[in-house]
């Protein structure tokens, strides 16, 4: 081991007894708070207050022996240059290429079908969205949102303010009736322009937008409950904007054909009776005088 590596050692050694030393202080003057007895109390806090005291002069070290341990270290024992060793470069062989019959060029097969990337790389804000704004409110630019949990259930706790989502995941299985995008946000302001926008494969399929009617910070979800038959297999992206800030995306996908929609059956027309004529009454001949 050469001069650095001890100082770096002795660094990490006393960086770890200050973190361990200061965690048993304050666990030290946390329990001493319990007890009724006041010298035991008061032994304790003194103990405490000496392992914290303690900490802070392995910092010292530390901090002593990343500046200067390595000066001072040399300034006892000056290193000794080491030889440098000098490489003899060695001639290699040239090959001589031996000229080889020429191939035709045979046609290449151009595939019918492209792959593109289903996802798109960055998520854009459609202008028709854009243009359904109705906030005046200016975001603010340092509003920021936790990566979105997916689920098809969500847990609601309006006494808490809490959303909780069941079992997230990232892949699904159809046939699928609802989806959920569970977040936590902080430095929103009310009635800043919120948007979600929803893509399959990189096309979009849905999008929801409002002045933002929570509060500065909190949980929140984004949510989409087409037809059964429209959740069809794919990647799906949901986008987060605050204004035309792209704030979050999340990434989820759905496995399995889509439940093909029931056709409802429409009932035959009701056939009225047709009214069927009375006959006349026969005229009585006159009496016959």
């Not at 303690?54 to 080491?82: K, M, Q, R």
């Not at 098809?152 to 699904?172: C, L, Y």
């Not at 494969?201 to 933002?212: A, C, I, L, R, S």
Request: aromatic share 12%; net charge neutral.
């Amino acid at each position: 081991m050469d001069i650095r590596a001890g100082i770096i050692a002795a660094v990490v050694l006393a960086l770890i007894g200050a973190f361990f030393g200061l965690r048993a202080g304050l666990r030290a003057i946390q329990s001493a708070r319990k007890l009724t007895f006041f010298k035991l109390r008061r032994g304790r806090t003194i103990a405490g207050w000496r392992l914290i005291g303690l900490a802070v002069l392995l910092l010292g070290l530390a901090a002593a022996l990343g500046f200067w341990g390595e000066p001072v270290a040399y300034h006892y024992f000056p290193p000794s240059p080491s030889p440098t060793l000098t490489v003899t470069p060695s001639l290699i062989p040239t090959i001589t290429l031996t000229p080889s019959i020429t191939l035709t060029p045979s046609v290449t097969d151009t595939p019918a079908v492209t792959e593109t990337s289903t996802i798109t790389p960055t998520p854009y804000l459609p202008p028709a969205v854009e243009a359904q704004f109705t906030s005046l409110v200016t975001p603010n630019p340092n509003a920021n949102f936790s990566p979105l949990q997916f689920s098809t259930v969500i847990n609601i706790d309006v006494s808490n303010g809490i959303i909780e989502a069941v079992s997230p995941g990232t892949f699904f299985r159809n046939p699928i009736q609802h989806m959920y995008g569970v977040f936590t946000y902080t430095d929103m302001l009310p009635g800043a322009q919120w948007t979600a926008i929803w893509y399959r494969d990189g096309v979009y399929v849905f999008h929801e937008t409002k002045p933002w009617d929570g509060g500065t910070g909190g949980y929140g979800f984004t949510d989409w409950g087409p037809p059964a038959d429209q959740w069809l297999p794919g990647n799906y992206q949901v986008a987060l904007f605050v204004g035309q800030e792209l704030k979050k995306v999340g990434i989820f996908v759905i496995e399995g054909e889509a439940p093909t929609a029931t056709p409802s059956l429409t009932p035959p027309p009701t056939l009225e009776p047709t009214p069927t004529p009375v006959p006349s009454a026969t005229p009585t001949p006159p009496s016959t005088p």
